[in-house]
């Protein structure tokens, strides 16, 4: 089964810039969402389609995808920012969603 | 407004059976793959289960595989999951989340319910 392996923790300061990777097998050739998840709230779709937003999320989040690593990439970080952050595909070899690992971000 | 929500977690020993159920508002439910995916106590995000928009594809995680049933009734607006044969490791919260296919090879996820907590234990 697809694997997608993401760093435990990234810390950053606050107007800082906030980096987290999520690895993959050939991860480029896929499409990346990824998820935002506050304490005691539900995931938050931040990023679609590799670097897309949805209505109502900041510019400050990006995202990029080649080779075998997806990044999303959050800038002028706030503290409204610390939260638990997810990568996702869609692994058709086994029709299964699939999540990474997750990253907590925390805002120094 | 979209709106999801999630009901019928608790309590249930080992080896017993829960259903859950999400409710769903404010966009065409019959138009929309569905799916459920769950979190464990300090854990990740798991996938559980996914069903078609007309509810003749359905997909499992293979840690539910044989014990979970996921259906829809597309007239009451409503995402079922049929929980038998219960374990400890199932202990999570239960969110109910909306899909989108935008090609065959790339789905995701664009609303989540508040999920809803079940606990198996003895």
């Known amino acids: 089964s697809y694997v997608l392996t993401q760093p435990p923790s990234v810390s950053v300061a606050p107007g800082q810039t906030a980096r987290i990777t999520c690895g993959g097998n050939?991860?480029?050739?896929?499409?990346v969402h990824w998820y935002q998840q506050k304490p005691g709230q539900a995931p938050v779709l931040v990023v679609y389609?590799?670097?897309d937003r949805p209505s109502g999320i900041p510019e400050r989040f990006s995202g990029s995808n080649s080779g075998n690593t997806a990044t999303l990439t959050i800038s002028r970080v706030e503290a409204g920012d610390e939260a638990d952050y997810y990568c996702?595909?869609?692994?058709?070899?086994?029709?299964?969603?699939?999540f990474g690992t997750g990253t907590k971000v925390t805002v120094l | 407004e979209v709106q999801l929500v999630e009901s019928g977690g608790g309590l249930v020993q080992p080896g017993g059976s829960l259903r859950l159920s999400c409710a769903a508002s404010?966009?065409?439910?019959?138009?929309?793959?569905m799916n459920w995916v769950r979190q464990a106590p300090g854990k990740g995000l798991e996938w559980v289960s996914y069903?078609?928009?007309?509810?003749?594809?359905?997909y499992y995680a293979d840690s539910v595989k044989g014990r979970f049933t996921i259906s829809r009734d597309n007239a009451k607006n409503s995402l079922y999951l049929q929980m038998n044969s219960l374990r400890a490791e199932d202990t999570a919260v239960y969110y109910c989340?909306?899909?989108?296919?935008?090609?065959?090879?790339?789905?995701?996820?664009?609303?989540w319910g508040q999920g809803t907590l079940v606990t198996v234990s003895s």
């Open positions: 989340a909306r899909g989108v296919r935008q090609q065959l090879a790339n789905r995701r996820l664009d609303y």
């Open positions: 404010g966009f065409t439910f019959s138009s929309y793959e």
């Open positions: 069903i078609s928009s007309s509810g003749s594809t359905i």
């Open positions: 050939n991860i480029g050739s896929k499409s």
């Open positions: 389609d590799d670097s």
């Open positions: 996702q595909v869609w692994d058709s070899s086994s029709d299964h969603y699939v």
